[in-house]
């Protein structure tokens, strides 16, 4: 029997888990119907509320699982996917040696991801306004991996929504930040400006860290409009292409894969 763990950050915010729960109970009711006896599908978190993933990999195992496919609910390849994620599943290999464990590529490696944050800024944009612009907002990371992941979305935004100009404003480690970047497309003669947070829960990042940024920019430019979407995680844009990520990991054969899907 495989199983599946939809791994998250986590938040200490009430709530915060609310989309995770949403995609766990989607792709559990569209697996029904796969096979015999479909992949249980599990969310966990990594840090952060409950279950955590040893709790959701013991579960599993005790109900028989013999692999467990593991799929971060992230979406950039930074310190917990590349770093911590690995170790800890190498701890529960050891722990659990008649369970093997199959780790799953970040949701930004799948090719149609930026699609699904394109179709978020879509209805918050007029491309006929020459004073329109798009502010993508992300974490930051100090992992290469996750910095060339941003690159890639940046890039291709830029090319599916031209003439609109884009950027992509960062709320820890990496420049510009948001307020930064938003003063810069002011700057450029935007006065029309979408703000799309790229962020999957609904923690104080979203909550309270964007909206105070952008708070303060509206302070700082009264004569722009600033249309602020939903966040990525409260949209159901993800659904499809976690549905296909889970359904490739449950195809690899466990035999051809490393423990932990990455190496050592």
């Not at 700082?220 to 966040?231: A, E, M, Q, S, Y």
Request: glycine share 8%.
């Amino acid at each position: 029997m495989d199983g599946v763990l939809l791994v998250a950050h986590g938040s200490l915010r009430a709530g915060s888990d609310t989309p995770l729960c949403a995609v766990v109970a989607e792709l559990n009711a569209a697996r029904k119907g796969d096979r015999t006896e479909p992949p249980k599908v599990l969310g966990c978190f990594l840090n952060y509320g409950e279950p955590l993933l040893e709790a959701g990999f013991a579960k599993l195992a005790a109900m028989g699982a013999t692999t467990v496919r593991v799929q971060p609910y992230f979406l950039f390849g930074g310190q917990y996917t590349r770093r911590d994620l690995p170790q800890r599943l190498r701890a529960l290999d050891r722990r659990w040696p008649a369970v093997g464990s199959v780790l799953g590529p970040e949701i930004a490696e799948h090719p149609a991801w930026t699609r699904a944050v394109m179709e978020l800024a879509l209805p918050a944009i007029d491309p006929s306004d020459p004073e329109q612009g798009c502010l993508f907002v992300v974490h930051g990371s100090r992992y290469e991996p996750a910095v060339e992941q941003v690159r890639r979305m940046t890039g291709r935004l830029r090319e599916v929504l031209s003439p609109v100009p884009v950027a992509t404003g960062y709320l820890d480690v990496e420049q510009p930040d948001v307020l930064t970047a938003a003063s810069n497309l002011y700057d450029e003669g935007i006065r029309r400006l979408c703000v799309v947070p790229v962020l999957l829960s609904a923690g104080r990042h979203t909550r309270e860290d964007v909206p105070r940024a952008i708070g303060l920019f509206q302070h700082r430019h009264p004569d722009c409009v600033v249309v602020l979407t939903d966040h990525l995680g409260e949209t159901t844009f993800l659904t499809p292409i976690l549905r296909d990520l889970v359904s490739k990991a449950i195809d690899l054969d466990s035999a051809t894969v490393e423990a932990t899907g990455m190496p050592a």
